[in-house]
């Protein structure tokens, strides 16, 4: 089936540090992949993403490649901040279906 | 343009009762979801609704009825709650059909069921 696997957290970082959180997938088809995040309190806001092999989305700060070769989506930032501290799930949809289906979600905290 | 809004944010049931959960948005969107989130298993989805008047099941519709008898709301029931449901409970909703992985989501509402 198609399922996103995603690293276990959580990720404790210095501020200015550099963060790196594993993704990979499993797809029948030809997936779209995506970065949300969640920070405390909130929904899930869509970060970035990519719909084909070798795209790199990128957003505030962010970037992810689509790597085909590997089945990955990592998501890095060169320099974190405390305001980063939050929640990111990886998540994919297939062509002509009206679903995201999520990981688990990582959660990222950031220290002064 | 508020988004969308969730009612209520947080809710204690006992077993046994049931309740209905609000969804509501502003932007116009076709497609509305309901996701549950818990520890270690991420999001997944509850039901789903392409357009007014229709509803679909997503990957854990057992214990739920959801209806969207208008565009702007989806509604999400506990005919009987359990407390295997306790939970918290996103509603999101997306633009059109092609852009189902651009989703809007609510705050949230908190459910313990004891």
């Known amino acids: 089936g198609n399922s996103v696997t995603q690293m276990e957290g959580p990720v404790t970082l210095s501020e200015e540090a550099f963060l790196t959180i594993n993704c990979t997938y499993t797809?029948?088809?030809?997936?779209?992949l995506f970065w949300y995040v969640q920070y405390p309190g909130e929904g899930l806001q869509l970060l970035l993403k990519?719909?084909?092999?070798?795209d790199k989305g990128s957003n505030k700060g962010f970037e992810a490649t689509y790597r085909k070769e590997t089945t990955s989506f990592h998501l890095e930032k060169g320099s974190v901040q405390v305001s980063d501290s939050a929640v990111y799930f990886c998540?994919?949809?297939?062509?002509?279906?009206?679903?995201?289906?999520f990981g688990t979600g990582t959660r990222l905290q950031v220290f002064p | 343009n508020a988004g969308v809004t969730q009612t209520p944010k947080f809710r204690v049931l006992k077993t046994g009762q049931s309740m209905t959960l609000l969804c509501a948005q502003d932007?116009?969107?076709?497609?509305m979801y309901w996701y549950r989130q818990d520890p270690g298993m991420g999001l997944r989805l509850i039901h789903y609704?392409?357009?007014?008047?229709?509803?679909a099941k997503g990957e854990v519709p057992d214990g739920y009825n959801v209806s969207r008898l208008k565009k702007q709301n989806f509604l999400l029931g506990l005919e009987s709650a359990a407390p295997s449901q306790t939970s918290v409970y996103f509603c999101?909703?997306?633009?059109?059909?092609?852009?189902?992985?651009?989703?809007?989501f609510g705050p949230g509402t908190r459910l313990t069921v004891t």
């Open positions: 999101a909703s997306s633009p059109e059909e092609g852009r189902s992985w651009e989703q809007y």
């Open positions: 609704s392409v357009g007014e008047g229709t509803t």
């Open positions: 797809a029948t088809g030809y997936p779209s």
């Open positions: 990519a719909t084909k092999a070798d």
């Open positions: 932007m116009n969107h076709e497609y």
């Open positions: 998540a994919l949809t297939l062509y002509n279906t009206d679903k995201l289906i």
